[in-house]
């Protein structure tokens, strides 16, 4: 092995009016400003999965070694659900519909 960063990932449950894109940018951003991230800046954000209540994304980084990485894990977590409290962005929501008996 050459190289001794890791990538990190970040899975992330949202509900499907989320804006895919600005949690892109979102992400983008906090990698950007991050002093635990390679000077790569790598973020990638994938919808990896999806279920009757919630899309799977997968949120990938890179760091250094193991506790960079970790570090920018808890990171790109605690400050993408601020960004969603700020901006209104839904999470996961129950739906509950009434049905018509005949």
Known sequence: MKDTWLLGAVMLYVDYTC?????????????????????????????????????VLRIVCKSWDAPNT????????????AKFQQEGVALPQIRVSETKRI
Do not use: H, P, Y
């Not at 979102?26 to 990638?44: C, D, H, K, M, P």
């Open 19 to 55: 804006d895919i894109e600005k949690v892109k940018k979102w992400t983008q951003e906090i990698v950007n400003n991050s002093e635990f991230s390679t000077e790569e800046r790598l973020a990638g954000v994938q919808v990896t999965d999806f279920t009757d209540k919630v899309m």
């Open 70 to 81: 970790w570090n920018l894990r808890c990171e790109i977590r605690e400050k993408l659900i």
